[in-house]
């Protein structure tokens, strides 16, 4: 049967399997690429996403730090405008040098 089919058109329709088979191939890598990095994209993007989360919560963390290190500071103003003898001069005569250091460390 294939004797009765001249060679010119055997060698023309081996050409189109094989470049319908190339084509088919290519088609099949290419999608195979694109599910690929888009899968390493998406892994990507959890990860950036947690550590942003992480990040946000460690801001909130030192926000609240903050707040509580100025808390802290108003306390001790208070205390020591309001101990005994805060209108006197100097700061021995109150016991204002102990709550400096409490307050600022000592050096």
Not at 21 to 48: D, M, P, S, T, Y
Request: net charge negative.
């Amino acid at each position: 049967m294939l004797k009765l089919i001249p060679f010119p058109y055997k060698i023309a329709a081996l050409l189109l399997l094989a470049g319908g088979l190339f084509g088919f191939g290519f088609i099949q890598g290419q999608e195979r690429q694109i599910r690929k990095f888009e899968a390493a994209r998406l892994e990507l993007q959890q990860e950036v996403f947690d550590l942003a989360d992480e990040l946000s919560e460690k801001n909130f963390e030192i926000l609240r730090l903050n707040q509580e290190k100025q808390e802290l500071i108003h306390a001790l103003e208070n205390e020591a405008l309001e101990a005994p003898g805060s209108d006197a001069p100097g700061i021995s005569s109150t016991g204002g040098l102990q709550r400096l250091e409490r307050r600022w460390g000592t050096p």
